[in-house]
């Protein structure tokens, strides 16, 4: 079956940067949207990023635009997120997620139907 498996949440600075990693297994990505969503206490979960797996397409919430990058690696199925100059209103739970075949809109989770178990990242000011 299809998992997902994100790394690289943690604790940082204001400013500071981290990489998130989407582990991707159990079927061929290559016709799938990897996306990555977030999550804030007491907030609805929003877009963050997105890339189309051939294409290399790739989409971002203008919150993030100029300081988060999305990436993948085919040989490794990984789906990268780097995230620099970052803020505290960037604190939320990260989740992957793939849309498989990509047929919908890139931005709207309720069109994923693979999620990871989310990791924590937290911004100190």
């Known amino acids: 079956q299809v998992q997902l498996v994100e790394s690289g949440g943690g604790l940082v600075q204001a400013g500071g940067s981290l990489r998130l990693s989407c582990a991707a297994s159990?079927?061929?990505?290559?016709?799938?949207?990897l996306g990555w969503f977030r999550q804030a206490p007491g907030k609805e979960r929003e877009f963050v990023s997105a890339?189309?797996?051939?294409?290399?397409?790739?989409d971002y919430a203008d919150s993030v635009k100029g300081r988060f990058t999305i990436s993948r690696d085919n040989a490794k199925n990984t789906v990268y997120l780097q995230m620099n100059s970052l803020k505290p209103e960037d604190t939320a739970v990260y989740s992957c997620?793939?849309?498989?075949?990509?047929?919908?809109?890139?931005?709207?989770?309720?069109?994923?139907?693979?999620w990871g178990q989310g990791t924590q990242v937290t911004v100190s000011s």
């Open positions: 997620a793939a849309q498989c075949p990509r047929q919908y809109s890139v931005v709207d989770g309720s069109r994923y139907g693979y």
């Open positions: 159990g079927r061929t990505f290559s016709m799938c949207a």
């Open positions: 890339i189309v797996w051939s294409a290399g397409s790739r």
